[in-house]
């Protein structure tokens, strides 16, 4: 009768303070289990995605680095064409995911590119070449807080599968590829 008298009160005080009944765990105790809210884990973070703009020149993928390049110029070495969409992979040379872009030239760093965008010149970078690129479907920034870092990180990631968790990027971060089962390769993280 006491255990059914405690169970009920916990219950009403979990209903009064809008805990669901997901958050109650049972650890057992010498008299039986006993009712202990506990944090859900397994609750998964809030992930924000958005498109991530490459470039194909010279049969390599360059990503926007969000850096500005102050040139007083505007001669480009070649023109882009948007043959992607916005989370896609540019397949040929001189094409590009995204629109607006007057044409392109090399950078003055090693691995960089400049592309015209609108009036204001923007810097890619080369991705790594020691992973193929094209063995991947989408390219995108994701930004989120992984249970590993708990910091609110944007990441930009190429994969096969747009439906990313967080729990599937600390996956790819822990190189943990019995469990990154959505194939995902972490190009650049930068904490916000």
């Known amino acids: 009768m006491k255990k059914i008298l405690l169970l009920a009160a916990i219950f009403v005080c979990l209903c009064a303070s809008g805990c669901k009944l997901s958050d109650i765990s049972t650890i057992g105790e010498a008299d039986g289990p006993a009712g202990i809210i506990t944090n859900d884990a397994n609750t998964p973070a809030a992930i924000d995605k958005e498109p991530l703009r490459l470039i194909r020149i010279d049969g390599s993928l360059y990503y926007d680095t969000d850096l500005d390049f102050h040139s007083d110029g505007t001669v480009t070495e070649g023109q882009l064409t948007k043959s992607a969409s916005n989370f896609e992979l540019p397949k040929g040379d001189g094409e590009c995911n995204f629109s607006g872009s ?63 968790s967080a729990s599937d990027i600390e996956k790819a971060l822990a190189k943990d590829s019995s469990g990154n089962s959505k194939n995902i390769f972490i190009i650049s993280a930068e904490n916000s």
């Open 102 to 164: 007057s044409g392109y030239r090399h950078g003055s760093e090693s691995n960089t590119i400049y592309v015209l965008i609108g009036d204001e010149w923007e810097t890619f970078r080369r991705i790594d070449a020691a992973v193929n690129p094209d063995t991947y479907r989408y390219c995108l920034k994701a930004e989120t807080k992984v249970p590993l870092t708990d910091k609110e990180t944007e990441y930009l990631l190429l994969a096969n599968d747009l439906n990313i």
